[in-house]
């Protein structure tokens, strides 16, 4: 079994949708979530980091983390175009990082 | 926003050349690591390193080796490249959470 369980899409959503990604992970010894985006050929770029658990807002951007349930989520209002990319969520047990798979997402005009 | 240089950014090279792509991080962090990307693949950990001197090898087999001499510099050397190892190489340096370089884009024809 994965550390980190995250489904890969694709997902297709119309300008201005709601976006909801989410991942579940194993290792309740975890105590920092991330959210990276990726664009393709590009290295990944740091778009939320939380400790713990809680909710976190950034923006259009809203990251929570629900340790009960091993579940992170990621939510995007608005979407837009720019924000079609591949997103990665990981989890640090503070020495090493663990990668989810990364959901494809595309923002139609 | 994250200080992280990877060079080259791209790389065409015959089998059986030695190759160093260079990673080099202004931030002062001593957590390094070398991921391995194929395109809308999962990262793959090839190295890490807590430190000067201090170097590991990650989850994924990789024929590459670093070395880390200086806390800023982070190279990794591929003896005798090959086809198999055409890639995306990403850097990566982390405090709490992990910031990735803009990655190195090898071939080997």
């Known amino acids: 079994q994965k550390e980190v369980e995250q489904d890969p899409g694709p997902l297709s959503v119309p300008e201005g949708a709601i976006v909801s990604l989410n991942c579940t992970y194993s290792?309740?010894?975890?105590?920092?979530f991330m959210w990276y985006r990726q664009y393709s050929r590009k290295g990944p770029e740091l778009l939320m980091y939380?400790?713990?658990?809680g909710n976190k807002e950034d923006g259009r951007f809203t990251a929570q983390v629900d340790k009960s349930s091993k579940y992170i989520s990621l939510f995007i209002r608005d979407s837009q175009p720019s924000d079609s990319a591949t997103y990665l969520c990981?989890?640090?047990?503070?020495?090493?990082?663990?990668f989810g798979s990364g959901t494809k997402l595309n923002v139609k005009p | 926003e994250a200080d992280i240089y990877q060079t080259p950014r791209y790389l065409v090279i015959g089998t059986g050349k030695k190759i160093t792509l260079e990673c080099s991080q202004t931030?002062?962090?001593?957590?390094m690591y070398w991921y391995q990307q194929d395109p809308g693949m999962e990262l793959h950990l090839i190295h890490y390193?807590?430190?000067?001197?201090?170097?590991e090898k990650g989850d994924l087999s990789s024929e590459s080796t670093v070395s880390r001499i200086r806390t800023e510099h982070f190279p990794l050397t591929l003896e005798s490249a090959r086809p198999s190892h055409t890639s995306q190489y990403l850097c990566?340096?982390?405090?709490?959470?992990?910031?990735f370089g803009p990655g190195t884009r090898l071939t080997v024809l």
């Open positions: 939380t400790y713990s658990s």
């Open positions: 990566a340096s982390r405090s709490d959470t992990q910031y």
């Open positions: 390193s807590y430190g000067v001197n201090s170097t």
């Open positions: 290792n309740s010894a975890f105590q920092y």
């Open positions: 931030m002062g962090h001593d957590k």
């Open positions: 990981a989890m640090s047990d503070f020495n090493k990082f663990y």
